[in-house]
């Protein structure tokens, strides 16, 4: 056997405190002509008519994200105008505290694992929000690696990969 | 997506297929040639060698010949990027966190949402 790699972090939390009510942090995450205008990442436009946002659990979540930097567009070896879908499912959703996403592994875009971010939108009152993320966790298709050997990360790969053929792209 | 670097993209590409993985599972009990993967798998020479190609520009197997015999394994270096996917997975929801802060900034002064609860959108999927 050769040597593992190191075991990954299972998922990572991010904490922000914004100078704004809670109702409106929440609506810039669940209404498309807000969300449209922060989504990004930098260098991609995220038009509002691309985001569906069916605000339910079960729900889906999507958006296609295009390219419109000439400079990132030349690092990528794309063009100009390539569209980025980014489709999630909504598994947890309690207006305005709380919205839970998972996405399916994509193969196709090169993903293979599950993901799942939660999103709490605290009212720390006098008009400020706190959001707390969590994105992951990993450890079971990806650090699983390491920590169960190889036979068992597989064949639960496997298993993932044949219940989830034919879904729609993920981040 | 910008947060796929090229070479996890091609290391996930290579174990979306059934068969890579399967192959990368038996390298995973130990070393194999490719006679020995082909005799397993029931597939030639060529199609093994093929694969193995895939997982090897993945930076996920290696394979050395010595005389006529090409002895695969893996290559754990190829499966810690997983760890650099989630700190890019990391960077990406940062990036949003602070594009949400500049937009709420500026939105401060047109508050037109403010107060409104969250929609029930219900919409075609």
Request: proline share 7%; with cysteine.
């Amino acid at each position: 056997m050769t040597d593992q790699p190191p075991s990954a972090d299972k998922k990572f939390t991010i904490t922000r405190v914004y100078d704004a009510p809670r109702t409106l942090v929440f609506d810039a995450w669940t209404r498309p002509e807000l969300l449209a205008q922060w989504w990004g990442p930098h260098g991609f436009d995220t038009p509002s008519d691309k985001v569906s946002i069916d605000l339910r659990v079960g729900g889906r979540f999507e958006k296609v994200m295009v390219l419109k930097s000439e400079e990132i567009a030349a690092g990528m070896k794309m063009p100009v105008g390539s569209e980025f879908p980014d489709n999630v499912e909504f598994i947890e959703v309690v207006p305005p505290e709380l919205l839970g996403m998972k996405s399916k592994p994509q193969p196709e875009m090169g993903l293979v694992v599950s993901t799942i971010t939660r999103v709490e939108f605290h009212d720390e009152g006098g008009e400020r929000t706190r959001v707390v993320l969590s994105d992951g966790p990993y450890t079971e298709q990806m650090g699983g690696y390491a920590e169960q050997g190889w036979s068992q990360s597989f064949e639960k790969l496997e298993r993932l990969l044949a219940g989830q053929v034919g879904s729609s792209p993920s981040v | 997506m910008v947060q796929y670097s090229p070479p996890l993209d091609a290391s996930f590409a290579a174990l979306a297929d059934p068969t890579r993985r399967a192959i990368v599972d038996r390298l995973g009990r130990g070393d194999a040639a490719i006679s020995a993967l082909a005799e397993g798998f029931e597939m030639s020479l060529t199609g093994v060698m093929k694969h193995v190609s895939v997982l090897e520009a993945a930076g996920l197997v290696t394979s050395e010949k010595l005389g006529r015999v090409r002895t695969c394994r893996l290559d754990p270096d190829g499966f810690a990027d997983a760890e650099r996917w989630i700190s890019k997975r990391r960077a990406m929801w940062e990036g949003r966190l602070d594009r949400l802060g500049a937009f709420l900034d500026a939105h401060r002064n047109t508050p037109t949402t403010k107060g409104r609860r969250a929609p029930a959108d219900r919409r075609e999927k």
